[in-house]
């Protein structure tokens, strides 16, 4: 079983059964869901065909990343 600890943003007490599924999480359900959870994603078009130079650009494939959010305590918002 998961430690118990707090959420950053609002500092209530993070439900066990939500770490036992997302263990590192810093954030409550309520949290996640207001903010879009802990990570923030980008799609990025990959230019795979294109000559360098030309203005002509072929986007055939795509690249995710994923960085954690910053969390900002609601009292400070």
């Known amino acids: 079983m998961s430690e118990e600890k707090d959420c950053e ?3 209530k007490l993070i439900p066990a059964k939500w770490l036992e599924v997302l263990p590192f999480t810093r954030l409550c359900i309520e949290c ?4 879009g959870g802990d990570f923030k994603t980008y799609v990025i078009a990959q230019n ?3 000559k360098s130079g030309s203005m002509k650009k ?3 494939s795509w690249k ?4 954690l ?3 900002t305590p609601i009292d400070k918002e």
């Open 69 to 71: 959010r910053a969390i």
């Open 64 to 67: 995710v990343k994923r960085r």
């Open 48 to 50: 795979t065909h294109g």
């Open 32 to 35: 996640s869901e207001a903010i």
């Open 9 to 11: 943003r609002c500092g």
């Open 58 to 60: 072929n986007y055939d």
